[in-house]
């Protein structure tokens, strides 16, 4: 497919008028054609006006239909799925492979949705019927459930291009939700936002949807990025990316006349506990599982193991293999030069720092943007006296804390900020004893794991991918999983409504058939 280089602005496209640059080859530093152009501010505004205007009826869409929507969506992107395979990597560097995987769970988590709507109850419908006779006052009829927000921005992310970007979570929830979206296309994998964003605008015709109901736009943060977050007309963000790009967009958010919810995914080192009898027991394997965890897809995935922390007395056979893993792997490219220098200089800090002793580096291959998988260790006494340990290397980097017993190991979390994951490894007995460390991580995390390692993030109905600040803006939120619907919406209640005006999921008949909480 002959890509065009403009936004997509419901049916038609954008014309553009300045550049918004070329995606370029990690790999080789070489620019892709075609120059993307970015959209206009009358392009923006005309954006924004079809989404407010498809919401008036998006909203009440069945769910029937929405479901019929979004698997449509899955559909093209699986028919789009060779071009994909030629043009993401060109972009990212990512193996087909990956590629291929991608998709798979981006479409997995359409069809997770879709099923979910088509469903119904997830609208929490409450139902507490009128009791006139009621002494000494009579009771009212209320009847809440889950309504959409309105037209939502979707910031694509860097460093998952299908997953967390066009058509990615945040999109799919917000859809759901019957929230028109507007997507924010990262400036990384243009041609691939291109490809996904003509799959979903033919979804939208071929299922007889308003234009407005979808949207990509190319161009700036600074310009449409913040353009679109002011705009009166959207009602909440979706961002995954850094904590100052998060930050900002959230700043924006609040400083409106009418401040919305931004749900930001922006910063964590998801630490990895490993208590004795674990480390005497499974040192190799439990190196081996590390290694792969830290070097998955170049250690670039927001749950990438940063810290692990060990008991002094129990680390040494952890510690060397890992070293030797390490030591013996090889670098490999990352997502784009900006990504790249900043996992450099997260390296220089740590290799400068007085209280930390670099264990083992990679070869590195010597072309462009390469990351070097490196280890580092410091003391428990060190790390809580530095202040700076804490910070985010995103890329195949982590930091080895030795410990000396429970009560340091306690004040090793205390300092922690929020997180997305914290993993434990301990034996049966070891783990029977640890109340206590479970109740530290559960206010720190949003997911808890035992016995393994917190890459992968299984696309399903109770997983949270989420934490408290600054892993996201909002702890009570997760960006996977079917909760992730209710990011987008808010309750409203109807007192003594006639039963003609309510939605049909409160309709006294129930024509939906959902499940509901009636008194």
Known sequence: MELQGTSIIGQHRGQGSESAGKSINPVSNETLEPDYLAATHEELETAVRLAAEAFTTYRNT????KAGFLRAIATNIEASIEDLVVRMPLETGLPEMRVRGEAGRTCGQLRMFAALVEEGSWVDARIDRAQPDRQPLPKVDTRSMLRPL???????????????????????????????????????HSGTAELVGLAIRKAVADCALPAGVFSLLYGSGRTVGQGLVRHPSIKAVGFT??????????DLAAA????????????AINPVVILP????????????????????GVGQFCTNPGLV?????AAGQVTRKLSELVAGSSSATMLNSGIGNAYRAGLDRLKSHAQVRTLAEGACAGQANQAVPTLFQTTAADFLSAGDLAEEVFGPATLIVTYVGDAELARLLGSLSGQLTASVHGTDSELAGQSGLVQWLEDRAGRLVFNGFPTGVEVCASMVHGGPFPATSDGRSTSVGTMAIDRFTRAVCYQDCPDVLLPEELREANPTGIRRSEV
């Open 241 to 250: 990316g850094s904590y100052a790009g998060g930050r900002a967009i959230m």
């Open 62 to 65: 069945p769910g029937v239909k």
């Open 309 to 313: 922390l060990i008991h002094a007395d």
């Open 150 to 188: 309105g037209p939502v921005v979707v910031f694509a992310a860097s460093n998952f291009p299908l997953a967390f970007s066009t058509a990615g979570g945040d999109t799919a929830s917000a859809l759901a939700a019957g929230c028109p979206v507007i997507v924010k296309a990262h400036s990384s």
């Open 277 to 296: 009898e674990a480390a005497a027991a499974h040192g190799d394997s439990l190196a081996e599982g590390l290694m792969g965890s830290l070097t998955l």
């Open 256 to 267: 409106r006349p009418e401040p919305i919810p931004v749900y930001a995914e922006m910063s």
